[in-house]
Each structure stands twice: as C-alpha cells, then as structure tokens.
C-alpha cells in the first residue's frame, strides 16, 4: 500500500489511522478538536503516541447525523489539514465522501481519501482521486441492512466500488478497503462482518477496520461512547487475527500497545 509516497507493509504490521474530528457533533468527540490549536495539539499527541496516518473529518457521519454544506466541511477541514502539512510529515487522510471537499483536502496537503460510501455517493470522486494521485480507503455501506444473503451481497458491493476505483485508473497499490462496521448493518451483521473479517483477504487488498467506540461495542457492553476502548481494543486484536492492516481509532495509544504486543504473540517480523 502506497501512502504519501510511503510504503506500508501491509503483510508484516498493522497500522494505525488516529482520528481527528473537526465537527461539533460528532458520536464521541464533537466539539474538542473544532478549533486550529485544539486540532494541532491532537494531532501531535496521536503522533506521538503512534499513529500512522491522522483522518480529519468536518461532518460527522454518526446515524441522525446533520448534513453539512461543502462549504462548511472545507472550511472544518481544508486549513486543519494545511497547518498539519506544515507542521507535520505524516501521511493525512480526509474523511468524506464529497468530491470537492476532497479535491480541497488534496490541495491543502491531504494524501489518502477515506470515502465512507465507496464511490457510490459523488460521480466525481474516482476521477478527482485519481488526478491527484492520491490512495482512497473504500468502505462498504448501504442505505438500509436490506440484503438477499448477507455476506456474497456484502462482497458484491465492494467488488463495485473496486471496479469504479479500476476504471478512473486508480492503483491497485492505493487502494484500500473498509468493512463498514456500523454502515447499513444490524447489530447482528456488524459481529458477523468483525468475525468474517477473513472472507475480505479474497479481494487482494489490504483491509481497514473502523470499531472504534462503535454502537456495536456499546450495544454488546452496554456502555456509553467514552466507556468503550477496552471493547476497542479487543477488535483490533481480534482483527489482526484476521489479517488487517489498519485500524481507526480514537485512543492511539492504548491501541498502538495491544497491536505491538500481539503482533509480538504473532512473531510477525
């Protein structure tokens, strides 16, 4: 996988993306990162406590969430990622599913788009990710849970999303994929897709796993959205198991000490 020029070996370690939310409303942290000085100083804490990448998101995309203009979203977005270019050597994601506010991302320094509907949602993304060379995480969703049989329907969809990253010519070795834990799932589809994790190795690309504070762990704990990194934490090791790549987080540093310790248990090298 090609990040920012910067090779990951995906097959040996897993990596972390830490979170950066610029929104006031997101599930777990609206409202503490929606200011320039607030955002730079987590930033570097997540840096410094491990992560690999920083995803910066400007609408939040929790169930009920708000829709907030483009405008609106690049200007949550676009100079957080500009004074962390500057600052910072770290490869920056932007969080949307917007063509314009990621063609905004890209130009203020972003290097990755992570698109929670897969290309499905903008007719413009493919083509504006590949003008910029830029890698793209796509993540499978669906409007409704409504499937005929779960998982060949759940492997269907990202097969499509794959084929309109192919056909505006984006790399094979910049793309990345998202199960969606959370996304047009039930509760019950999101345990089964965390468990099968394994049925994604047969798309050929490496795979991002997105729990962090989720409502899975939440519903499965009965805890609220600040209670749940132990849950956290025993997705990513579980999803190491299961031969992923990439974990997105909020809490960099508990989360950097459970992969190194299993990737230990592992003897991966």
Known sequence: MIIRNRHFD???HT??????????????????????????????????????????????????HTKVTDEEE????APVIEAIRKRFDIPLSIDTYKAEVARCALEAGADLVNDIWGLKYDPKMPETIQKFGASCCLMHNRKEP????????????????????????IPDDKIMLDPGVGFGKTYEMNLAVIRNLGC????????????????????????????????????????MTRGCAFVRVHDVQANARAIRMTEAIMNKE
């Open 200 to 239: 994604m190795q047969e798309l050929g690309y490496p795979v991002l796993l997105g729990t962090s504070r989720k409502s899975v762990i939440g519903l499965t704990l009965d805890l609220p959205a600040d209670q749940r990194e132990e849950g956290t934490l025993a997705t990513t090791v579980y999803g």
């Open 74 to 77: 690049i200007s949550r977005t």
């Open 15 to 64: 990596y972390i993306m830490g979170i950066l939310n610029t929104t006031p409303d997101s599930f777990s942290d609206g409202g503490k990162y929606n200011n320039l000085d607030a955002a730079l100083f987590h930033a570097e804490e997540m840096i410094n406590a491990g992560a690999d990448i920083l995803d910066i998101g400007g609408e939040s995309t929790r169930p009920g």
């Open 146 to 169: 409504d499937y005929q049989d779960f998982f060949p329907d759940f492997l269907e969809d990202l097969k499509g999303c794959i084929r309109l990253a192919k056909a505006a010519g």
């Open 10 to 12: 995906t097959d040996h």
